[in-house]
C-alpha cells in the first residue's frame, strides 16, 4: 500500500499564491507519475498537472502559466506552486501516485481544500 498526504491548502485572495505538497510513503517502490487533480462543487474531478519520474509534464489549458509542478523523487514529494489565483481555482486539491510493479495502480490523497476570495 501507498499513502498519500497532501498539505498546503487554505484560503487565498485573488491574485495570490499557494504551494501544495504531497508526500508518498508505504510501498512507495515503483512509483512512477505524481500528479494533482481537483474537484469543484458539482463539477467532476479534472486533471490539474501531471509529471514523470524523469520531469515530464503536462498541464490544463486553465491554469498554464500560472501553476507549477515539481517533485522530488528523493523525498517521494511532489509541489504544485499556484500563482495568480482565480476564484474559479476554488476546489479540492487530490493527489494522485501512479505506482507501476506487476501492473498499474493508482493511489489518491484525501485531498487539501484551496478557496479563492474575489
Do not use: H
Amino acid at each position: 500500500q501507498v499513502q498519500v498526504v497532501e498539505s498546503g491548502g487554505g484560503l487565498v485572495q485573488a491574485g495570490g499564491s499557494l504551494r501544495l505538497s504531497c508526500v508518498a510513503s508505504g510501498s512507495i517502490l515503483g512509483i512512477n507519475a505524481m500528479g494533482w487533480y481537483r474537484q469543484a462543487p458539482g463539477k467532476q474531478r479534472e486533471l490539474v498537472a501531471v509529471i514523470s519520474r524523469g520531469g515530464s509534464t503536462d498541464y490544463a489549458d486553465s491554469v498554464k502559466g500560472r501553476f507549477t509542478i515539481s517533485r522530488d523523487n528523493a523525498k517521494n514529494t511532489v509541489y504544485l506552486q499556484m500563482n495568480s489565483l482565480k476564484p474559479e481555482d476554488t476546489a479540492v486539491y487530490y493527489c494522485n501516485v501512479q505506482r507501476v510493479l506487476v501492473g498499474t495502480k493508482v493511489y489518491w490523497g484525501q485531498g487539501t481544500q484551496v478557496t479563492v476570495s474575489s
